[in-house]
């Protein structure tokens, strides 16, 4: 049974935007955190961004000025803004259902199917 559901990737210039979705079951939705993460081809899934239930968000040093993240509860979405995109930003994204504490972005167990955002130069 899919849970979560990545849509929004697509293949942009550099400087451009995307904004990725990310739609959740209720159940799940309403009692975790959310977070971005992304992976690129030989490399290992990375931390992007990440919000919790009352709106805290948490960016990585490398999107953070570009990136933001949002949820809308009624909806029980949370989004990625992805403006000023780099080559370098090219990956297939994630979202996930956990926990934000301290500032920190714990992951749970719950994974979207990803969405592939491709920059070119």
């Known amino acids: 049974q899919v849970q979560l559901v990545e849509s929004g990737g697509d293949s942009v210039q550099a400087g451009g935007s995307l904004r990725l979705s990310c739609a959740a079951s209720?159940?799940?939705?309403?009692?975790?955190?959310m977070g971005w993460y992304r992976q690129a081809p030989g490399k290992q899934r990375e931390f992007v961004a990440a919000i919790s239930m009352g709106g805290m968000t948490n960016y990585a040093d490398s999107v953070k000025g570009r990136f933001t993240i949002s949820r809308d509860n009624a909806k029980n979405t949370v989004y990625l803004q992805m403006n000023s995109l780099k080559p370098e930003d090219t990956a297939e994204y994630y979202c996930?259902?956990?926990?934000?504490?301290?500032?920190?972005?714990?992951?749970?167990?719950?994974w979207g199917q990803g969405t592939q955002v491709t920059v070119s130069s």
């Open positions: 209720g159940s799940i939705f309403s009692t975790n955190a």
């Open positions: 996930n259902a956990g926990r934000l504490r301290g500032g920190s972005y714990y992951t749970g167990d719950y």
